[in-house]
């Protein structure tokens, strides 16, 4: 009789011990559905701010308005310009204004396109924008003449806690 109450205990306990492992496993899985979807938002949100920042930079560019361009850049930021007349690295936020300022004085008008859709990626507090794009450029001395310039373009971008 004593085991026949301990073999029912313990189908009871284990019974208990199932439901309740069962309820808890659901309970950590709906916990960590909403965690993933907080952290998709929050992906997502970076993301959308990382484009909307690479996008005004390069409508910037077209304004040239070099204030608005150089206040994307933080002081320590490399520029890494290849190819053409102003190909180079330049370092530190007076070397980039001045590279664009020579690009400015350059040409007179400038448009953008961007080829291809730009692809966001974030690493935590770090995202990285790439984008083919082509700017048309009408240079000062022949604003007649139409020049395109194709540039695979990368912005690496960093937040911060003012941004």
Do not use: R
Not at 8 to 23: D, E, M
Not at 54 to 71: C, D, G, P, Q, R
């Amino acid at each position: 009789m004593l085991t026949a109450i301990f073999i029912a205990l313990t189908i009871i306990f284990a019974g208990l011990f199932i439901g309740f492992y069962a309820v808890d496993n659901s309970t950590i899985a709906h916990k960590d559905t909403q965690l993933k979807k907080s952290q998709d938002a929050y992906s997502d949100a970076k993301a959308s701010s990382a484009l909307e920042a690479a996008y005004a930079h390069w409508n910037n560019i077209t304004i040239e308005n070099l204030a608005n361009v150089s206040a994307g850049y933080t002081d320590n930021a490399t520029l890494h310009w290849i190819g053409g007349p102003l190909n180079g690295v330049y370092s530190g936020i007076t070397s980039i204004n001045s590279t664009w300022s020579k690009f400015f004085k350059t040409w007179s008008a400038v448009w953008f396109y961007a080829e291809t859709p730009p692809t966001v990626i974030v690493n935590g507090n770090y995202s990285n924008v790439t984008s083919t794009n082509q700017f048309i450029l009408t240079p000062f001395n022949n604003e007649t003449q139409v020049q395109y310039l194709n540039v695979s373009y990368t912005l690496n971008m960093m937040y911060m806690n003012n941004s």
